[in-house]
């Protein structure tokens, strides 16, 4: 939908002494990110090389990266974005999306009404789950909401907005 590179995972913290990474994963686990090589940080720009990734069994992975060869250096990166170029990834066939292009969509129900803003998409093991934002926000209550991203739910979207069944939105 754009050039917007795509956020991979973030350096959690340092795990061991020899230099390797904690890593929270935003896509499809170690074997989406053992595809790539080299990742670009986020906020600086720096090339972060891959040279060998696991699972944590937790939900993450522990990373070693060849610009990394001690525990300070790997405690100075908490916080740093990995993203990979979006020409790195396969096009996309009907229906399918990549997280990081839901993520800032407007949301308007069936009836035409806004409802607010994506600020997340989770997986819980079902399906993709969107968290949407309420716009305005309520001055008391909950300020997001969660819609799962299945046919039921979702009607349509493009890259301006996304169209739910009023039924899901929350009042």
Known sequence: MDDTPIELAAVTGAHGIHGEVRLKLFGEGVD??????????????????????????KGGAVARLAEVSNRTEAERLRGTVLTVAREAFP?????????????????????????GTITAVQNYGA?????????????????????????????????????????????
């Open 32 to 57: 989406a990110l053992s595809q790539h090589k080299s990742f670009a940080a986020r906020d600086t720009g720096a090339t972060l090389t891959l040279k060998t990734i696991r699972s944590d069994n």
């Open 91 to 115: 096009a996309l066939e009907e229906g399918e999306y990549y997280h990081a292009d839901l993520i800032g969509l407007a949301v308007v129900t069936d009836a035409g009404e806004t409802v």
């Open 127 to 171: 399906t993709d789950i969107l968290e949407i934002e309420k716009d305005p926000a309520p001055a008391k209550g909950m300020a997001t909401f969660m819609v799962p991203m299945t046919g039921q739910a979702v009607v349509e979207w493009d890259a301006q907005r996304l169209v739910i069944v009023a039924d899901f939105a929350e009042d």
